[in-house]
């Protein structure tokens, strides 16, 4: 067999794994227990108090980013993904991304990257501490699936942290197709052009 043919060969067998690990880590995911959540009071980017049940409008599911603010380049990175999906995202179930910023700061913020999901402020709150997205050195980036009950009960269903290389930045996976990869190269807020 040509050397390329072979390689191609690998590359498809190594395509496919990866597609098969990811399903059996979905699986897994499911598997972890649910955990009752609080019906945290949280911040929109108005400053009006707004309680976690209603952000999920009128779906059973919402899917909870967990960003880590204005000054993680990262987080703003992530979160200027899902602004484009925002539409196919909140067809499916409920969005919103959360911030540990003041909820002035996070609509600033919101408004010059033209975020076009809703944002709410965990300022003064709990809530990714419960949820497994604070640690000692400070906030952790990542998503949680929460469900809403008939009886109006929240449960987490499931997370995942995000970080460079992941699968909810599809910007790596682009990256690694170039001829040196992601290396060294880290996301700003802005680019000189």
Known sequence: MEPIKRLEMEIQEKEEELIRVKQELAVLRKQHPSFAVTNYELTDTEGSKVH???LFGDKNELIVIHNMG?????????ADGFSGFT??????????LTSPDDYQTLSVFSKE????FKSVSTKGTTFKDDLGFKNAEGFCPG???LLKEEDGAIK????ATFGPGDDYCSI???F??????????????????
């Open 172 to 174: 790596w996976s682009l």
């Open 87 to 96: 539409p196919h995202l909140e067809n499916r179930a409920a969005f919103v």
């Open 52 to 54: 976690l049940s209603e």
């Open 70 to 78: 204005k000054s993680c380049s990262y987080c703003t990175l992530w």
């Open 156 to 159: 987490h269903y499931s997370k």
């Open 176 to 193: 690694e197709l170039l001829s040196d990869g992601s290396r060294n190269w880290g996301p700003k807020h802005a680019y000189e052009r």
């Open 143 to 145: 998503v949680s699936i």
């Open 113 to 116: 990257r033209d975020w076009k």
